[in-house]
Every structure is written in C-alpha cells, then in structure tokens.
C-alpha cells in the first residue's frame, strides 16, 4: 500500500511520517507548494503524480480565534478541499483517511461523545470540520473519519505547550476548570491511526467514522497542576498563582466544554486500545522545558 499524507508538518502528521518509515510503508508527503489546500485545483495532479492507494489528511485550518474572522479561508481549506479530495479519491479508487476534531460536538454533553451523538458545533471552525465530514460521507464511499481529542506533542502550538510557556513565564496563569478533554500524544493518535490503517490494508471495509481518545479526562485547571508539578523538576517556574475562569467568562469563541470521546467503536471494531497520558505528558513537558528559547 502506498500512502499519501498531507499535513506532514503538523503534529500527527509528523508522528504519521515516522511511523510509517519504522513499519517500511511507502509514503510520500507533499509539501505546502506542491499541495495547499487553498488551491483545490492541485489535488488532482498530486494524487495523479504519486497514485496513491490510500491518502491520510492530517492538514486543517486549526485556529478557531482566526476562523471568526477569516470564515471563507477556514471553509475553503477545512471544507471545499477536502471535498474535492474526497471526489478525486472517489474516481480513483483511493481510501480516504481524514482527521477530525471533538469540535463537531457543542460540549454539552455530561459524558464522552460516541459516534452516535448529534453533532452541533459551535463556530466557524467547528462547522468547518462538520462540513467536512458531510462532504466526505456524500462523496467518498472507502473512507474512514476518526474524531480526535486535544492533541498535544512538543511540537506546534498546543494546549500543553501554551500551558508550560506560561507557567514558565508568568506569576499568573488564567485556567478553566470546566474545560474537560483527554490530552492525546500526537504519536498516540499515530499509532492507532497506522493499526487502522494496516487493517485497511489487509482488507477490513470498516468505513466510517470512529472517536479516538486517551483514557482519562482531565479540566484545564487540573492538567495546568498536573503541568506545574512536572516543569517543576526541570526549571524554577514563574508561576505563583492559577486564576479560575470559567469557560463563559472567555472572550471571543469559547472550546466545546466537554471535548471527551469514546474510543469504544475503534476499539470493537480494530481491535486498538486506547492508552494513559501521564507518561507522556511527562516526557513532553521535559522536552518543551528544555527548549533553549525560554527564559532559563
Ligand atoms: N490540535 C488539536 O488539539 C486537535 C484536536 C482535535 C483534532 N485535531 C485534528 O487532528 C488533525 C491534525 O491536527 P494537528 O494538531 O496535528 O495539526 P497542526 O499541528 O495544526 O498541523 C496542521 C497541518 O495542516 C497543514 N496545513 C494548514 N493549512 C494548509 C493548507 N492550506 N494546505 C496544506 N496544508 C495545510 C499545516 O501545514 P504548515 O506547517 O505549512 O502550516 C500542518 O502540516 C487536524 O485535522 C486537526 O483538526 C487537532
């Protein structure tokens, strides 16, 4: 199976590229000039260049502050390029493997999101990513759509990498502790992206879309401690105070206050467990910490 992956520079992307190199799967990853999702009319003589079997696209307009402001942008990369991606890979006979986001819930939900659950979003990139999967359901028959959680690494902006930053430098650090979600190590979501993908490959034609999300929840607030106490051990923090703000009192669009999603379908039907954050976390806010660009 020979792999197309846009997105390589982004977080899962990355972690998508490298496992794919340790299991020798032949990859290829077009950069931004060969394929920006801005210009749909590129997607066509990429997939015809590289003929791929299968195309994960781990790219998106991500930043929901932006999105308000610039909504036909958001739409044009999160929804009109993926569908033409999903027509081209419908011609083609290629499987298409999207990544999506929590945000296609409004939050309200006491419980982790199944698949089953009415979709609401909340602002344009929200229904960017929910316009996008609609597109794709219509459009591509061999897909396969996996809704993901708070993604972190030490790579790119990220909720653990704005935390540490500001515990690193600020005696006051604002927090929400009715913001809940389930911290993904971007190479955690690799690897059940790759097992799915394996299946795929020998001939599962489980097509649809599934959640994918670390074990435990935790609040903003609480992960901000769980990071105070982890920077700790590498640098003397700035941090003297965390000061609770509920998620109303945020400016602007707020995050869906439940970002939680059952891995329970991914799990019954590939059979991938889903694993603990703390180790990795552990590993990441180190590795932030040791970035020579912060104050020491
Ligand atoms: N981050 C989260 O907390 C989170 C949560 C839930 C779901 N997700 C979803 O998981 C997927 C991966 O997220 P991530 O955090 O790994 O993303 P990320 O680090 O923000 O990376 C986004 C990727 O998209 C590329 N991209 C953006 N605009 C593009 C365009 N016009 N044409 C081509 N490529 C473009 C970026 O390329 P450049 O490097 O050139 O900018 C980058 O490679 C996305 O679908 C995201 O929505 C993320």
Redesign the pocket.
């Known amino acids: 199976m020979k792999i197309l992956v ?8 990355h972690e998508v590229c490298e496992r794919l190199t340790e299991k020798g799967i032949p990859w290829y990853a077009p950069d ?1 000039k060969e ?4 210009r749909p009319d590129q997607i066509q003589s990429c997939l015809n260049r590289h003929q791929p079997d299968l195309v994960i696209n ?5 930043n929901p502050v932006k999105a308000e402001n610039e909504p036909s942008r958001c739409f044009s ?1 999160n929804r009109d390029a993926v569908a033409e991606l999903a027509d081209c890979c419908q011609r083609q006979g290629i499987i298409l493997f999207q ?4 945000r296609v819930f409004d939050g309200t939900k006491q419980e982790p999101y199944n698949e089953k659950d009415p979709t609401n979003p909340i602002g344009v990139l929200g229904n960017s ?1 929910l316009q996008a999967e609609q597109q794709i359901r219509e459009r591509c028959e061999r897909h396969i759509i996996l809704r ?4 972190i690494s030490e790579r ?1 902006p ?1 909720m653990l990498r704005r935390l540490t930053e500001q515990i690193l430098v600020n005696s006051e650090v604002y927090v929400t502790p009715d913001q809940l979600g389930c911290p993904t190590p ?1 190479d955690d979501a690799a690897r059940i992206i790759i097992a799915m993908v394996q299946q795929l490959d020998c001939g599962a034609q489980a097509w649809g879309t599934y959640h994918y999300s670390t074990t435990e929840s935790v609040s903003e607030s609480n992960f901000a401690e769980i990071l105070i106490a982890e920077a700790s051990q590498h640098r003397d923090l700035s941090v003297r105070k965390l000061i609770m703000a509920n998620i109303e009192s945020r400016e602007g669009i707020k995050p869906p206050a439940n970002g939680t999603l059952s891995s329970n379908k991914v799990l019954n039907t590939f059979g991938v467990h889903a694993r603990p954050w703390r180790s990795a976390v552990a590993r990441i806010v180190r590795e932030v910490c040791e970035l020579r660009s912060y104050p020491p």
């Open positions: 846009i997105g390589q520079t982004g977080q899962v992307g931004r394929l920006d999702l801005s781990a790219a998106a307009y991500n990369i990544l999506s986001s929590y990513r993901l959680s708070w993604i790119r990220n971007a």
